[in-house]
Nanobody
Framework: QVQLVESGGGLVQAGGSLRLSCAAS????????MGWFRQALGKERELIST????????YYVDSVKGRFTISRDNAKNTMYLHMNSLKPEDTAVYYC??????????????WGQGTQVTVSS
């Protein structure tokens, strides 16, 4: 089992920045690929970014490419999402997840509880 806890969400003005953190405990953190999902009100949950266990390969959905940066520190069992140039359409609950690279694009086994990000115009 892997337990995940997100933090760092909040209210920010458009154009601002936030850094989300995902702290992991339980089974070996560095074994898993990690990812960030988000779900806006009334919309389906979407995968926005992933990072492999080594951090050597990352993925971003087009809507966040160039604005968001995913990273991880395996020594601290923590993953991050640096979000810059935030837009009102980035408003959502953000979830971190962990599993294999393949499962990350399907249905990861391990999820955090979510953290709200609200971007005001």
């Amino acid at each position: 089992q892997v337990q995940l806890v997100e933090s760092g969400g909040g209210l920010v003005q458009a154009g601002g920045s936030l850094r989300l953190s995902c702290a992991a405990s339980g089974r070996t953190f560095s074994k898993y690929a990690m990812g960030w999902f988000r779900q806006a009100l009334g919309k389906e949950r979407e995968l926005i970014s992933t990072i492999t266990w080594s951090g050597g390969s990352t993925y971003y959905v087009d809507s966040v490419k160039g604005r968001f940066t995913i990273s991880r520190d395996n020594a601290k069992n923590t993953m991050y999402l640096h979000m810059n140039s935030l837009k009102p359409e980035d408003t959502a609950v953000y979830y971190c997840a962990a599993d294999s690279v393949v499962s990350m694009s399907l249905l990861p086994r391990y999820w955090g509880q979510g953290t709200q990000v609200t971007v005001s115009s």
